[in-house]
């Protein structure tokens, strides 16, 4: 079983809209028994609290099931428990090494790496814009998929 873990800032946007979009795809693909999809944060910013309503409001527009979710922040040995790592943007990133201690398996990624770019996921916290999140993140959740599925 493949286990991945989306990774953001707060655990209330883009890292669980990333789990239900991932989750929609792997179940609509028949391969649910093959994948386990979590998300947390980088922060304690937002522990125990649910999806933000607007990310809620755009999965629902979208028709992807809200998953059960309360907003819990990633520990060291989540490393070791998870396959892949997928943050959202650069500063994800770099927190994410600084409390897993480093990257030695190489599997902390950026979620549009499997799309070809480099970019940070928007973060709609900031923009208001839930539009280009749910398309970057579902792009990429799609791409990260596809290429799960090819190895």
Not at 2 to 28: E, W, Y
Not at 43 to 62: C, D, F, H, V
Not at 90 to 119: A, Q
Request: with cysteine; charged share 25%; glycine share 8%.
């Amino acid at each position: 079983m493949t286990k991945i873990l989306f990774i953001c800032h707060g655990n209330i946007c883009r890292s669980p809209m990333a789990q239900c979009i991932m989750q929609q795809i792997v179940d609509n693909a028949g391969a649910s028994d093959r994948y386990f999809i979590d998300s947390k944060a980088t922060s304690t910013e937002e522990i125990g609290n649910g999806i933000y309503p607007p990310a809620k409001r755009k999965l629902n527009e979208m028709n992807v099931p809200l998953i059960p979710h309360h907003a819990s922040q990633i520990k060291k040995s989540d490393y070791d428990d998870f396959d892949l790592l997928i943050g959202m943007d650069d500063e994800n990133i770099r927190n994410m090494k600084r409390i897993f201690g480093g990257d030695t398996e190489n599997k902390i990624h950026k979620i549009r790496e499997f799309s070809g770019s480099n970019g940070d996921v928007a973060d709609p916290w900031y923009t208001g814009n839930f539009d280009i999140t749910y398309e970057q993140i579902h792009q990429g959740c799609r791409d990260l998929f596809k290429d799960l599925e090819s190895r």
